[in-house]
Nanobody, 127 residues
Framework: QVQLVESGGGLVQAGGSLRLSCRVSGRTFSNYRMGWFRQAPGKEREFVTAISTTGLTTYYADSVKGRFTISRDNAKNTVYLQMNSLKPEDTAVYYC????????????????????WGQGTQVTVSS
């Protein structure tokens, strides 16, 4: 299976910023749709953002739109999540995910569409 390793989580104050990185081992990373999900204590895992294979199309949950930016560098096999204007409700474990085969029927906002997952990185936003 493709290996994903997240990094960049930590503790920040409300209004601050963090940049998460997800390094992917697959040789065909440029063919993978990448996504970020998060799970807060007592809540279900929820979609945060996703990016197309080329990086030209992005998807965002309403709760993060305008504050978070997903990007990818296919030359580095890495996807990024820039998080600005962080709020306490952003506190969660953030998971990177890869969809290895995507097409016209793909569902980038659904966790079931992803084949491989990272172990997660904790993001804590204090007030």
């Amino acid at each position: 299976q493709v290996q994903l390793v997240e990094s960049g989580g930590g503790l920040v104050q409300a209004g601050g910023s963090l940049r998460l990185s997800c390094r992917v081992s697959g040789r065909t990373f440029s063919n993978y749709r990448m996504g970020w999900f998060r799970q807060a204590p007592g809540k279900e895992r929820e979609f945060v953002t996703a990016i197309s294979t080329t990086g030209l199309t992005t998807y965002y949950a309403d709760s993060v739109k305008g504050r978070f930016t997903i990007s990818r560098d296919n030359a580095k096999n890495t996807v990024y999540l820039q998080m600005n204007s962080l709020k306490p409700e952003d506190t969660a474990v953030y998971y990177c995910a890869a969809a290895l085969r995507v097409g016209v029927r793909s569902t980038p906002r659904e966790s079931a569409a992803y084949d491989c997952w990272g172990q997660g990185t904790q993001v804590t936003v204090s007030s």
